[in-house]
């Protein structure tokens, strides 16, 4: 399978050069990963485990994982769930890169089958560039990686182009939570702003990252941002 995909070195190496942002802390781990985003009680993947990794111990038949998923992200999913869904589907298809490569082509293939039906992009455009992003944050350092060159950063800004969304703000400033530059500033503006009228976003926001002991993620933008200035 062969996907017509952007290079995204420069954030790879972004991620490497501000990591000490986690590697210093109690926070530690990359952020697409390493933090459950709460959705209440909406459907997602099965997800045993009280932490936000999975133990090894699960009974989930990863045969289902590219049906389930996508079966999951559907017009109606709310992003914060869809975000959650691609982190646990990451997780799951960790060890298995031909499960995760089958994921992310039916993901993109998505995208396209919106464009030959008419309709809407965005919500394919964010769900490929997300999953593609935080596989990535998985295996930074494995050339063979299906995720390796995907700019799924692009697809998920093109995605707020034609949908502009505080909860895929949210989403798209994790992902540029170790970038310097003032897209990252933007993109935590209109996510807090957005929680004022949205509940479940501000619970996001106020979340601690890993651990009671951990900040907030509003902290840890509050500090990506001032360190960005």
């Not at 290079?7 to 490497?16: D, E, K, M, P, Q």
Request: charged share 20%; glycine share 4%; aromatic share 6%.
């Amino acid at each position: 399978m062969t996907l017509s995909l952007n290079v995204s070195l420069r954030r790879t190496i972004g991620f490497f050069v501000a990591s000490s942002i986690f590697a210093t802390s109690a926070h530690a781990g990359p952020p697409l990963i390493c933090h459950s985003i709460a959705i209440g009680q909406a459907r997602s993947l099965p997800w045993p485990s009280p932490d936000w990794n999975i133990s090894g111990t699960e009974t989930y038949d990863l045969k289902n994982l590219v049906g389930d998923t996508l079966a999951i992200l559907d017009s109606s999913t709310p992003v914060l769930v869809r975000m959650e869904t691609l982190r646990r589907a990451a997780l799951y298809s960790r060890d298995d890169s031909k499960l995760a490569e089958e994921l992310l082509g039916q993901l993109h293939a998505r995208v396209s089958s919106a464009e030959t039906a008419g309709q809407s992009q965005a919500l394919a455009l964010f769900d490929a560039g997300y999953f593609a992003e935080a596989y990535k944050q998985l295996h930074l350092k494995d050339a063979n990686s299906p995720a390796n060159g995907v700019d799924g950063y692009a697809w998920v800004k093109k995605a707020l182009e034609s949908r502009p969304d505080p909860q895929m703000e949210f989403a798209a400033a994790l992902i540029t939570m170790h970038e310097n530059n003032k897209e990252h500033r933007e993109h935590v503006r209109r996510a807090t702003a957005g929680a004022e009228s949205d509940a479940l976003l501000a619970q996001n926001l106020a979340s601690r990252f890993n651990s009671s002991s951990s900040p907030t993620i509003a902290e840890m933008f509050a500090k990506s941002t001032a360190q960005n200035r």
